[in-house]
């Protein structure tokens, strides 16, 4: 093979290579963000629930306290009873104790109903913050996977980086100037092979003469349709489609 075409596919190689892991370096980022957000949801439902409940809290105290001053009132209508000095006056106070009566109950009821949601409340914050104790140790993990990945695809990504340098000075600057300008202008791809008469990078035919040319893979030849270098790679046995 032509030293150059050998060389102009190998940095074909390792700029895909490269291409690939430069896509996943975009995306990984964007997944730790994810997890992040997913944790700060959980972290914020929480937050809400503790703060319904202290609510709850505070408005049970509030009810407590009214509780206590409606009973002391109702205390003081029961002494008057002993001082009225007419049916009216004390049919009068009967209807006041009778009502105070009727707003003590239905505030010990509310006080009632407060505890049980009190409780309830209690025992949803638990169960938040023990899954939340497990998902904060799963993000943890997550993201120091995927920090790792980073690290590792970075090291390959240096890795290619060398090799690309390496290779690009022993290829002449002519192709690599074309290399470079199919490369911009095809997606990444700027080398492919030839199969079956065919540009494997626009799947164009190749005129007979061109392709018996390519096959010789002793010069460099274009894709007339889509400017692509040219190689031809032993057609291998088609793989048993199940
Ligand atoms: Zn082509």
Redesign the pocket.
């Known amino acids: 093979m032509d030293k150059q075409l050998g060389l102009l596919i190998d940095l074909q190689g390792v700029d895909l290579q490269i291409q690939r892991l430069e896509k996943r370096e975009a995306e990984i980022p964007l997944q730790i963000n994810d997890l992040q957000k997913e944790n700060d949801d959980q972290k914020r439902i929480y937050e809400a629930k503790v703060q319904a409940a202290d609510g709850i809290e505070k408005n049970r105290r509030k009810k407590e306290r009214d509780l206590e001053s409606k009973e002391s009132v109702l205390a003081k209508l029961k002494d008057q009873l002993l001082s009225v000095k007419t049916n009216r006056e004390y049919q009068a106070l009967l209807h006041e104790i009778e009502n105070g009566k009727q707003d003590i109950s239905h505030l010990e009821e509310e006080i009632l109903q407060m505890i049980e949601d009190s409780e309830s409340a209690a025992q949803c914050i638990r169960e938040i913050s023990l899954e939340m104790e497990k998902s904060q140790k799963r993000y943890i993990e997550q993201r120091r996977e995927k920090e790792q990945e980073m690290a590792l695809l970075q090291e390959q990504k240096h890795a290619f980086e060398s090799r690309k340098e390496a290779l690009r000075k022993e290829i002449s600057g002519e192709l690599l100037k074309q290399y470079d300008k199919v490369r911009k202008s095809r997606n990444g791809l700027a080398v492919?092979s030839v199969r079956d008469g065919s540009?494997q990078?626009?799947?164009?035919s190749l005129m007979p003469q061109l392709f018996q040319e390519v096959k010789q893979n002793v010069q460099i030849y274009f894709?007339p349709?889509?400017?692509?270098i040219?190689y031809y790679q032993e057609e291998k046995e088609p793989e048993a489609v199940s």
């Open positions: 492919v540009c990078g626009c799947f164009m894709c349709h889509c400017h692509r040219l």
